[in-house]
């Protein structure tokens, strides 16, 4: 079955600090590996896209990688802030999956000032 | 680019009434997805269209659901007979073929 997991489910860091978010799938047949950012009642934003011949991808204090043979991706955030709080959360495109996206559940974060 | 919108955000609807949920994608996006999302949980697809054609449906999506995608633009996702276990947040996404997906701001709908 085709599952990502995301572990912690949630995670509390002081203003400032350099931090990791988790995500790992069951197959490495993928398509491509988004990151979204979802505040709490809204919709998602998508943050980064890495495709499957992709290692990483950067944008401003974000820096996503890709390692398809041990089936996980990390999403690096560098010195947070307290406007970076909110769930994060990693989907993965399968190869034999049309567009389907399979959605972890999701690590909600909190940045304390 | 206005990006994804999505009307009304807001439904508050009575067990067994039907109700309707529009979503217009960013306008040169080809693809076009419904996720529904329940709280604490990651969105789980129900659908998706390639220009007018409905390509794949989830077993999520029974016999009360319908979504349609006339003329390739806008979509509708109707849900008739509503139960309370419908109550979610109704998201759709739009993509140019298998490209990032970019996502609405969703239709909360709350089933009494």
């Known amino acids: 079955k085709q599952e990502v997991t995301q572990i912690p489910a949630a995670l509390s860091v002081p203003e400032g600090e350099n931090l990791v978010l988790n995500c790992s799938f069951t197959?490495?047949?993928?398509?491509?590996l988004q990151w979204f950012r979802q505040d709490p009642g809204k919709g998602l934003t998508s943050l980064l896209l890495?495709?499957?011949?992709?290692r990483e991808q950067t944008s401003g204090r974000l820096n996503a990688s890709l390692d398809k043979s041990s089936g996980r991706s990390t999403l690096y955030i560098a010195a947070s802030q307290p406007g970076d709080s909110a769930t994060y959360l990693c989907?993965?495109?399968?190869?034999?999956?049309?567009?389907?996206?399979?959605f972890g559940q999701g690590t909600e974060l909190s940045v304390k000032p | 680019d206005t990006g994804v919108s999505q009307n009304p955000r807001h439904k508050i609807t009575k067990r067994g009434q039907n109700v309707t949920f529009r979503c217009d994608p960013i306008?040169?996006?080809?693809?076009l997805y419904w996720y529904r999302q329940t709280l604490g949980q990651g969105p789980e697809f129900l659908t998706y269209?390639?220009?007018?054609?409905?390509?794949?449906k989830s077993r999520l999506l029974s016999d009360r659901f319908s979504a349609e995608r006339p003329k390739g633009s806008f979509s509708t996702l109707e849900i008739q007979r509503t139960e309370q276990g419908d109550s979610a947040m109704y998201l759709c996404?739009?993509?140019?073929?298998?490209?990032?997906?970019?996502f609405g701001p969703g239709t909360r709908l709350t089933v009494t």
């Open positions: 996404a739009s993509s140019l073929a298998r490209d990032e997906q970019y």
């Open positions: 197959d490495s047949a993928i398509y491509n």
């Open positions: 890495i495709q499957s011949s992709q």
């Open positions: 989907a993965v495109l399968y190869y034999n999956q049309g567009g389907k996206l399979i």
């Open positions: 306008s040169e996006h080809n693809r």
């Open positions: 269209f390639q220009n007018e054609a409905q390509l794949e």
